[in-house]
């Protein structure tokens, strides 16, 4: 069974950068996709970028594409979300989540519980 724990979240000044992570745990990694989602205040849960063990695929969310990069370090099982140059609408709970390969914009089984990330002007 796959376990996700994000961490890295926090407040940054909108120009700023800020690194997420997200420690997997549960054998055979590297069939899993992982993938980003973010929810803010009043709105629902939306794709953000997704990666894909097997590989390295990536997708992002027109929103965030040249912005943030997805990347992963196999040997620490970890996959990260570089934010650069975040906005204010990016503020938003943050989640990582994990599905077994195939499809990136496949329906994840799953997920960790949160970060926040706060972006001022």
């Known amino acids: 069974q796959m376990q996700l724990v994000e961490s890295g979240g926090g407040s940054v000044q909108a120009g700023g950068s800020l690194r997420l992570s997200c420690a997997a745990s549960g054998l055979t990694f590297s069939n899993y996709d992982m993938a980003w989602f973010r929810q803010a205040p009043g709105k629902e849960r939306e794709f953000v970028a997704a990666?894909?063990?097997?590989?390295?695929?990536?997708m992002y969310a027109d929103p965030v594409k040249g912005r943030f990069t997805i990347s992963r370090d196999n040997a620490r099982n970890t996959v990260y979300l570089q934010m650069n140059s975040p906005k204010p609408e990016d503020t938003a709970v943050y989640f990582c989540a994990a599905k077994p390969r195939g499809w990136l914009r496949g329906q994840y089984d799953y997920w960790g519980q949160g970060t926040q990330v706060t972006v001022s002007s």
């Open positions: 990666i894909s063990w097997i590989g390295v695929t990536t």
